[in-house]
């Protein structure tokens, strides 16, 4: 669980952007001072919850005194018309977080329900639905969390906490043995070096060389990502990757590769409907 710690700034942010340099207009137009409400957060939608969390926070920054009572918990399974909190306080305070929480809870459960069908495709083997880095910049903690919540795993986060050699690293350096042996030079011991390969004879020439611990298997068919399992026995981490769509899933899994990456779950997630009833 990410701390609030990291969680407030992001929401502290949106609703500064949000609430802008005089704060809501409507609310101090039309809602009467002191006038109390209590709203229910409501899902529109089957999915599994997430943002919560960061929903909750917006509430509380804007107003410390509003009441919340959680009836769901990031990583649960909600169904349709389900209540998932129930806010008590001023209406106005209410109001004026209302967009910004929505906005983040409707996305995060969109990433967590989308990485819940991924992972239902890969029942039965070994492989783990993982994300990518393809990220909303800023965002990139709480939607793989989302990514989390829905059952998936984590890629790396950035740039700094792996090596993964991708084609044009392999193009700049010279091939896959001089790339290789740049990265091992280069790699702390809590360090892992991943490769991309896209042939079956690039897997042979990383296996014969050694220096990775995982091997990328980009664009590949499911034929040769077979041929790829039956070619490492065991001797990396094998990840399958590109145009990995959710009708192929189950397909891709059954190959008994250890990872599928999906950069849809992040990228291209649509928004769970959510709504704030008074």
Known sequence: ?????????????????????????????????GLTYEARLNARGAGVASGLRLAALAFRLVDPALRIEALAQDGQEIGHEDTLMVIAGSAASILMAERVALNFAGRMCGIASLTARFV?????????????????????????????HGGGSNHRYGLSDAILIKDNHIAAAGGIAPVLAAASRARSHMMRVEIEVDRLDQLAEVLEIGGADVVLLDNMTTADLAAA???????????????????????????GVDFISVGALTHSAPVLDLGLDF
């Open 1 to 33: 669980m990410l701390p609030d710690l990291l969680l407030e700034p992001l929401v502290r942010a949106a609703l500064i952007e949000d609430l802008g340099p005089m704060g809501d207009a409507t609310c101090r137009a039309v809602i009467p001072p």
């Open 120 to 148: 239902a495709q890969t029942h039965g083997t070994k492989a783990r639905i993982t994300c990518t880095r393809k990220t909303t910049p800023g965002l990139r903690a709480v939607e793989k969390e989302a990514v989390r």
């Open 229 to 255: 399992v039956r070619l490492a026995k065991g001797r990396v981490v094998l990840e399958a990757s590109g145009n990995m769509a959710l009708p192929r899933i189950a397909e891709v899994a059954a190959t």
